[in-house]
């Protein structure tokens, strides 16, 4: 019998939910996905779906006292910083899309910061680099997540930030059981967090990281956020709180100023979209890759996917193929859209991917295929909210790597992005490091709509995983039925480069005929799949997943 959600499935059955819910989704699942023993969350007025429980009860309590799917999204995020510090938080960047129901359309955030004024790529050059660092205060770029859950709250919430802010204040301050798989990759980053003084006193014990089930405090960041809750985010972007961070990161070889702080500005942006077998997948424009994901997908079409049988070895094969075509445009022309030299519309032209799509062999792996040619003229948390209003959004929030750059300026609490590890050093390519300007980002929201209307809002994190997991959870549930449980449970591959590729519970006869055609099976175990969240619109209240590869949860009321 499949294990019921804590809070969710309680509240949905004492209400009646579940058998109605259940029958909206009306095509047989046609293979097997791995059983986690989670049921899909059924629930009548709105619904939650974050990678740790807390972060989860915390959006859901928002609902429950009459706040609507933006304050509790901003809500879930905050505590997110608190008790998944590795992945996400105020000090790195956030992207949204939002269902307004008010208004009947989608709207696109994009709240990322750009690169510091005193950034010198020739003078990483002269130095013998031949990639921006990865962490350290050089690869700190302006944090934008909280530029971005201000913008939001003042735009569409009913809260004050104060109050948005309140739960991981009180968490942050009291403390919490730190939950096993966030322990566990916690306990992977120890050596770099100790080459930060800051950093080691703020998320380590005893020059170890915290066990499952162990109590943590951050009181720290409590601090930073009653300043913030305080004076507004003016503090940080360029108040006292801002001039002690790039105070401490310019002692330390930073290259940010307190002007670029203040410069700082959120983007409000219209997603980007394809349309799939009457579906149509939005993703947000660069200078993230949500691209890839809408190039895949419609290079897919062309294919009779569900034939083939979900996870054969034609159906992976033909995915495979298909993100290696879309991440070699990624690759050459994404970067910030003020220095890209193509259009992002001419990516998702249907005839530039009907031709890209040709390119796929059915009888062999391509080892590196070229980018397309066109004419020319750009770690992670995941979570969701549907409220009772109708409105859905699909946020995503990060600090790029475990701990982002590993650097905490001390009294802060605050771990800072190493979103600059996003540049390139490679002379003249469009995302080439330089003073203020935005890097290359990974993190994407995703969102679908059918016939104009709102159906799922959904996400995959995990770096480069993203856009290939967008694009097999969204077939999973249009090509093979599932519900978001089951399409977020089903075993997934991801590609890396050349012919590696990992594929979790690979059959043997499966994997057999994929390297006959060329490809080269990485073990899976180890391989970090990427964490989904999903809530589905039906025609009378939601449904809900989380994955089981992360700590989270899902729940409704």
Same mark, same amino acid.
């Given at each position: 019998?499949?294990?019921?959600?804590?809070?969710?499935?309680?509240?949905?059955?004492?209400?009646?939910?579940?058998?109605?819910?259940?029958?909206?989704?009306?095509?047989?699942?046609?293979?097997?996905?791995?059983?986690?023993?989670?049921?899909?969350?059924?629930?009548?007025?709105?619904?939650?779906?974050?990678?740790?429980?807390?972060?989860?009860?915390?959006?859901?309590?928002?609902?429950?006292?009459?706040?609507?799917?933006?304050?509790?999204?901003?809500?879930?995020?905050?505590?997110?910083?608190?008790?998944?510090?590795?992945?996400?938080?105020?000090?790195?960047?956030?992207?949204?899309?939002?269902?307004?129901?008010?208004?009947?359309?989608?709207?696109?955030?994009?709240?990322?910061? %750009?690169? &510091?004024?005193?950034?010198? =790529? +020739? *003078? #990483?050059?002269? $130095?013998?680099?031949?990639?921006?660092? /990865?962490?350290?205060?050089?690869?700190?770029?302006?944090?934008?997540?909280?530029?971005?859950?201000?913008?939001?709250?003042? %735009?569409? &919430?009913?809260?004050?930030? =104060? +109050? *948005? #802010?309140?739960? $991981?204040?009180?968490?942050?301050?009291? /403390?919490?059981?730190?939950?096993?798989?966030?322990?566990?990759?916690?306990?992977?980053?120890?050596?770099?967090?100790?080459?930060?003084? &800051?950093?080691?006193?703020?998320?380590?014990?005893?020059?170890? $990281?915290?066990?499952?089930?162990?109590?943590?405090?951050?009181?720290?960041?409590?601090?930073?956020?009653?300043?913030?809750?305080?004076?507004?985010?003016?503090?940080?972007?360029? &108040?006292?709180?801002?001039?002690?961070?790039?105070?401490?990161? $310019?002692?330390?070889?930073?290259?940010?100023?307190?002007?670029?702080?203040?410069?700082?500005?959120?983007?409000?942006?219209?997603?980007?979209?394809?349309?799939?077998?009457?579906?149509?997948?939005?993703?947000?424009?660069?200078?993230?890759?949500?691209?890839?994901?809408?190039?895949?997908?419609?290079?897919?079409?062309?294919?009779?996917?569900?034939?083939?049988?979900?996870?054969?070895?034609?159906?992976?094969?033909?995915?495979?193929?298909?993100?290696?075509?879309?991440?070699?445009?990624?690759?050459?022309?994404?970067?910030?859209?003020?220095?890209?030299?193509?259009?992002?519309?001419?990516?998702?032209?249907?005839?530039?991917?009907?031709?890209?799509?040709?390119?796929?062999?059915?009888?062999?792996?391509?080892?590196?295929?070229?980018?397309?040619?066109?004419?020319?003229?750009?770690?992670?948390?995941?979570?969701?909210?549907?409220?009772?209003?109708?409105?859905?959004?699909?946020?995503?929030?990060?600090?790029?790597?475990?701990?982002?750059?590993?650097?905490?300026?001390?009294?802060?609490?605050?771990?800072?992005?190493?979103?600059?590890?996003?540049?390139?050093?490679?002379?003249?390519?469009?995302?080439?490091?330089?003073?203020?300007?935005?890097?290359?980002?990974?993190?994407?929201?995703?969102?679908?709509?059918?016939?104009?209307?709102?159906?799922?809002?959904?996400?995959?994190?995990?770096?480069?995983?993203?856009?290939?997991?967008?694009?097999?959870?969204?077939?999973?549930?249009?090509?093979?039925?599932?519900?978001?449980?089951?399409?977020?449970?089903?075993?997934?591959?991801?590609?890396?480069?050349?012919?590696?590729?990992?594929?979790?519970?690979?059959?043997?006869?499966?994997?057999?005929?994929?390297?006959?055609?060329?490809?080269?099976?990485?073990?899976?175990?180890?391989?970090?799949?990427?964490?989904?969240?999903?809530?589905?619109?039906?025609?009378?209240?939601?449904?809900?997943?989380?994955?089981?590869?992360?700590?989270?949860?899902?729940?409704?009321?």
């Amino acid at each position: 019998m499949r294990r019921l959600h804590t809070l969710a499935a309680v509240t949905v059955l004492l209400l009646g939910g579940a058998t109605a819910g259940a029958a909206q989704l009306n095509r047989p699942v046609t293979s097997p996905a791995t059983n986690s023993g989670r049921s899909t969350v059924y629930a009548p007025h709105g619904a939650v779906a974050t990678s740790q429980p807390l972060a989860t009860a915390a959006a859901l309590d928002v609902l429950e006292h009459g706040g609507n799917a933006v304050d509790a999204a901003v809500t879930a995020a905050a505590v997110l910083n608190v008790v998944e510090p590795h992945m996400t938080g105020a000090g790195g960047d956030m992207f949204v899309i939002l269902w307004w129901a008010h208004e009947g359309r989608l709207v696109g955030l994009d709240a990322s910061g %750009r690169s &510091g004024s005193k950034v010198d =790529a +020739e *003078a #990483l050059r002269a $130095a013998g680099e031949t990639r921006v660092p /990865g962490s350290g205060p050089s690869s700190v770029t302006v944090p934008g997540a909280l530029s971005g859950w201000n913008a939001l709250l003042e %735009r569409y &919430g009913t809260r004050s930030l =104060a +109050e *948005a #802010l309140e739960p $991981a204040i009180r968490i942050a301050h009291e /403390g919490f059981p730190v939950s096993p798989i966030i322990a566990q990759d916690w306990a992977g980053t120890v050596e770099g967090l100790k080459r930060d003084p &800051g950093a080691a006193a703020t998320f380590l014990i005893d020059g170890r $990281a915290p066990r499952a089930g162990e109590w943590f405090r951050n009181p720290d960041l409590a601090r930073t956020f009653r300043r913030i809750a305080e004076g507004g985010v003016g503090v940080f972007y360029g &108040g006292e709180l801002g001039r002690e961070i790039v105070e401490g990161l $310019a002692a330390m070889g930073g290259y940010l100023t307190l002007q670029d702080l203040v410069d700082h500005e959120v983007r409000w942006v219209e997603p980007l979209s394809v349309e799939y077998r009457g579906y149509r997948l939005h993703e947000l424009p660069p200078p993230g890759q949500g691209i890839a994901a809408l190039q895949m997908l419609k290079m897919l079409e062309s294919f009779d996917l569900k034939a083939m049988g979900h996870n054969s070895a034609r159906y992976l094969h033909t995915l495979i193929e298909a993100k290696k075509l879309a991440h070699a445009d990624l690759a050459r022309y994404v970067a910030d859209p003020d220095h890209m030299d193509v259009r992002p519309e001419a990516l998702l032209d249907p005839d530039y991917l009907a031709e890209r799509a040709r390119l796929i062999d059915p009888r062999h792996a391509a080892h590196r295929p070229d980018p397309g040619r066109l004419v020319t003229e750009s770690e992670t948390i995941y979570l969701t909210v549907a409220d009772g209003e109708g409105n859905m959004i699909s946020f995503i929030n990060s600090i790029y790597g475990y701990f982002g750059s590993r650097v905490v300026i001390p009294g802060t609490g605050l771990v800072l992005q190493n979103r600059g590890a996003g540049f390139t050093l490679e002379k003249g390519h469009p995302n080439e490091l330089a003073p203020r300007k935005k890097p290359f980002h990974t993190i994407i929201p995703a969102f679908v709509t059918k016939d104009g209307e709102p159906w799922l809002s959904f996400g995959v994190m995990g770096g480069s995983m993203q856009p290939q997991g967008h694009v097999q959870v969204l077939l999973n549930m249009i090509e093979f039925g599932m519900d978001p449980q089951e399409a977020i449970d089903a075993a997934r591959f991801r590609h890396f480069s050349g012919t590696r590729v990992a594929i979790e519970n690979l059959e043997p006869g499966v994997a057999a005929q994929l390297e006959e055609l060329g490809h080269t099976i990485r073990d899976w175990r180890g391989v970090a799949f990427g964490g989904a969240q999903a809530v589905l619109k039906l025609p009378r209240g939601w449904a809900a997943g989380s994955d089981p590869r992360k700590d989270g949860m899902a729940a409704g009321h």
